[in-house]
DNA sequence: ACAATTTTGTTATGATATAACAAGTAAAAC
DNA sequence: GTTTTACTTGTTATATCATAACAAAATTGT
């Protein structure tokens, strides 16, 4: 299986653009994954952990149904509930995104650490960068407090050109 | 008919909070549509217009569908390509917002001056506000750049408790 | 009037998500 | 180690959000 791909899930970091073995992200997440699940006394069960692999492998964000399918192959039940009880679970772990502009769901590569997931799409290539910015996020707070308002959650998601699909447009064009 | 009621569409304004006669903005509203499409050579035909009104009469974003039974209640076609249509011609022309968190539309008051649409949405009373922020929309646009990544849309749609509800809730609780 | 363009009507379907209740399974209490 | 309890999963049905495809009607430009 090769994963020399052009997956992205950045805090920003670096490697954004690095062809990195995938494999080595999904190992992590899940080992991650089990050892929070652990230590709240959280029960990740076979499709939960299923599940949240499933959508490590993939490079975009999953849709519900797509993931649905997927377990469906592997002899889990393939009805709607049960890939939404799993997304809920993995979602109030903070295993998982939703990125609600493209109702599909993504790995969190920082679940150890509470955040909000801020996200890059690429209206091309559709791939997702998650980035952490601890100014905007900050900002955010300060004006929201400023109208009254006390913040709990942050739904930011931003589209347009990735760099790659800027730089093939560029080729394109000369 | 009355508006003595909580309905808040500023962007940074100060009379988010007072009780305001909403006829007078949803009149404003549909006026600044009005000019604009002709200025546009936009065709704000009655389905139209009358679907903008009924979006800003009601005081929370309005589902599609909620949406066309008004307007089938009123004559017109009730299939939701007909509801569908008008919002996207009313998107287009940026009359109204969607909130992806909601799968709702909301009326724009600045619909004269390009913007991306920020939202505070009130997890108790479903209220939301609509505000502009400059320095977060440069800090974002400066964020995506220094990673490569050309910034073309905004979804930021902030959830938590209102001025009001958190003041109802003190009261409850005192 | 005629042709071109845009808008609307109509039917069907796709895509996303939840309600409600029964059955099974694992943890905790005894 | 059996009973009780809480949690998890199975199952059926339905709710909610959105678009495809093509025909008919209305508007606009000539
Ligand atoms: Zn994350
Ligand atoms: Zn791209
Ligand atoms: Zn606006
Ligand atoms: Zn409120």
Avoid at 38 to 60: D, F, M, N, P, Y
Avoid at 97 to 102: F, I, L, R
Wanted: net charge negative; with cysteine.
């Amino acid at each position: 299986m090769k994963h020399e791909d052009s997956h992205q899930h950045s805090q920003q970091d670096s490697h954004q653009h690095s062809h990195h073995n995938h494999n080595d992200c999904i190992d992590t997440a899940l080992e991650t994954a089990e050892t929070l699940c652990a230590e709240q006394g959280q029960r990740l069960t076979k499709v939960r952990r299923r599940a949240l692999e499933l959508i490590w492998e993939s490079h975009r964000p999953l849709g519900a149904y797509q993931l649905l399918a997927k377990l469906a192959e592997e002899g889990f039940n393939s009805a709607p509930p049960t890939v939404y009880r799993a997304l809920d679970f993995l979602l109030g772990a903070g295993l998982i995104h939703k990125v609600e502009s493209m109702n599909a769901y993504l790995g969190c590569a920082h679940a150890d650490k509470a955040h909000k997931g801020y996200f890059l799409i690429c209206d091309e290539c559709h791939n997702v960068m998650e980035f952490d910015y601890q100014d905007i996020h900050a900002a955010l707070i300060e004006k929201a407090a400023h109208q009254g308002f006390e913040l709990r959650a942050e739904t930011i998601e931003l589209t347009g050109l990735c760099a790659k699909c800027k730089a093939k447009k560029v080729g394109a064009s000369a």
